[in-house]
């Protein structure tokens, strides 16, 4: 729950790898009630390592190369270097949906590192996917990898509530007890969407609150305007969705986030996990057109708490033939490609510090 009398501070970015040292992933959480979420900069794609006082969790681990994997596990090597009471384990990992860019490294990760369980939409499409592979390990593996599939039929079971349970929320901290739930799952049947809407993998994204005292953090994969809306629906009159911390969805694309969408968050911060906007191919931000200058203008209408100081930035405008625009920003809105690696954390009661690492 939110409280609109706490201090959101910004580290600037000269004093923040004073802080860090090598990297992001050395940022101390700043005490033993701290939560610190690592938005990982694995390029055009999206990785979140969510640190607690008790143990970790990882929400997708994809990227556009294989140097993105390769920045992905030196990441976490580098963590658990420093967090050694945690064993070198993930107690879970998320996938929200099965694509490239949120599941290319998912198997190297689990071959890696110790896994406590693996939670996903049940939609694990192509042998060779990432998610597939994942399964077969999770299978194989000695010993074996707790599985949770969420579908909508189990979400909508559980009502406004979301799913929980010990895979989904398997950490008990002795002196703040996180909690997390996802919102929405993958869909069996088509709830009443055009047809192509529903064979659209990015709908089926697993939507995922974590609050940690009064922090709280959603994560919304690729979720598209459809699965968005059907999102709304369910918790309408709820504050399932009001939160502080807000990954902006499908890499801010201009259909990841709606304008009713923010208003139903009030974020205090958001994050877009996307690559360099540069003019390459394979894949990229470019190509993508990510973030859209209109969802970063929409995200802008609703933040109210500032960057440490004014940058400008580089967003796409257009529908195809996108066009590169230099953005002055001055909200709290950070990204992988602009950023670096990036470390939002909190104390139970709120109180944020943003450090980023190019």
């Given at each position: 729950?939110?409280?609109?009398?706490?201090?959101?501070?910004?580290?600037?970015?000269?004093?923040?790898?004073?802080?860090?040292?090598?990297?992001?992933?050395?940022?101390?959480?700043?005490?033993?009630?701290?939560?610190?979420v690592?938005?990982?900069?694995?390029?055009?794609?999206?990785?979140?390592?969510?640190?607690?006082?008790?143990?970790?969790?990882?929400?997708?681990?994809?990227?556009?190369?294989?140097?993105?994997?390769?920045h992905?596990?030196?990441?976490?090597?580098?963590?658990?270097?420093?967090r050694?009471?945690?064993?070198?384990?993930?107690?879970?990992?998320?996938?929200?949906?099965?694509?490239?860019?949120?599941?290319?490294?998912?198997?190297?990760?689990?071959?890696?590192?110790?896994?406590?369980?693996?939670?996903?939409?049940?939609?694990?499409?192509?042998?060779?996917?990432?998610?597939?592979?994942?399964?077969?390990?999770?299978?194989?593996?000695?010993?074996?990898?707790?599985?949770?599939?969420?579908t909508?039929?189990?979400?909508?079971?559980?009502?406004t509530?979301?799913?929980?349970?010990?895979i989904?929320?398997?950490?008990?901290?002795?002196?703040?007890?996180?909690?997390?739930?996802?919102?929405?799952?993958?869909?069996?049947?088509?709830?009443?969407?055009?047809?192509?809407?529903?064979?659209?993998?990015?709908?089926?994204?697993?939507?995922?609150?974590?609050?940690?005292?009064?922090?709280?953090?959603?994560?919304?994969?690729d979720l598209?305007?459809?699965?968005?809306?059907?999102?709304?629906?369910?918790?309408?009159?709820?504050?399932?969705?009001?939160?502080?911390?807000?990954?902006?969805?499908?890499?801010?694309?201009?259909?990841?986030?709606?304008?009713?969408?923010?208003?139903?968050?009030?974020?205090?911060?958001?994050?877009?996990?996307?690559?360099?906007?540069?003019?390459?191919?394979?894949?990229?931000?470019?190509?993508?057109?990510?973030?859209?200058?209109?969802?970063?203008?929409?995200?802008?209408?609703?933040?109210?708490?500032?960057?440490?100081?004014?940058?400008?930035?580089?967003?796409?405008?257009?529908?195809?033939?996108?066009?590169?625009?230099?953005?002055?920003?001055?909200?709290?809105i950070?990204?992988?490609?602009?950023?670096?690696?990036?470390?939002?954390?909190?104390?139970?009661?709120?109180?944020?510090?943003?450090?980023?690492?190019?």
């Amino acid at each position: 729950m939110k409280s609109w009398l706490r201090t959101l501070i910004v580290w600037p970015t000269a004093l923040a790898a004073l802080i860090v040292g090598a990297g992001a992933a050395d940022a101390q959480p700043g005490g033993p009630d701290q939560v610190a979420v690592h938005y990982i900069n694995v390029d055009q794609g999206s990785a979140a390592l969510l640190e607690f006082p008790c143990g970790a969790i990882l929400i997708d681990a994809g990227g556009r190369t294989s140097a993105s994997t390769t920045h992905l596990i030196g990441y976490l090597n580098a963590f658990f270097a420093r967090r050694i009471d945690l064993g070198r384990r993930l107690d879970a990992i998320f996938l929200s949906h099965n694509h490239q860019d949120h599941d290319r490294a998912l198997l190297r990760v689990a071959q890696t590192f110790r896994v406590g369980g693996y939670v996903h939409n049940g939609q694990a499409r192509g042998a060779a996917s990432g998610a597939s592979r994942m399964l077969a390990h999770a299978a194989s593996a000695s010993p074996r990898i707790p599985v949770r599939a969420i579908t909508e039929v189990e979400v909508a079971a559980a009502g406004t509530a979301g799913v929980g349970g010990p895979i989904v929320d398997p950490l008990a901290c002795a002196r703040v007890d996180p909690r997390i739930r996802v919102l929405s799952g993958g869909y069996g049947a088509n709830p009443g969407w055009r047809s192509g809407e529903f064979r659209n993998p990015n709908n089926h994204s697993l939507v995922v609150r974590v609050d940690y005292g009064e922090a709280s953090f959603l994560f919304t994969g690729d979720l598209e305007l459809t699965g968005i809306a059907t999102l709304l629906s369910r918790y309408s009159g709820t504050r399932a969705l009001d939160v502080d911390v807000y990954v902006a969805g499908h890499h801010g694309a201009d259909n990841g986030t709606t304008l009713q969408f923010a208003n139903a968050m009030t974020p205090e911060v958001a994050v877009i996990s996307m690559g360099p906007p540069i003019q390459i191919g394979g894949g990229s931000a470019w190509k993508h057109g990510h973030p859209r200058r209109s969802t970063v203008e929409l995200l802008e209408g609703v933040i109210s708490r500032p960057r440490a100081a004014p940058i400008t930035v580089m967003v796409a405008e257009g529908s195809e033939n996108f066009r590169a625009l230099d953005h002055p920003l001055t909200d709290a809105i950070y990204a992988t490609g602009w950023d670096g690696d990036i470390v939002v954390s909190a104390g139970a009661d709120g109180v944020f510090r943003v450090v980023t690492i190019p």
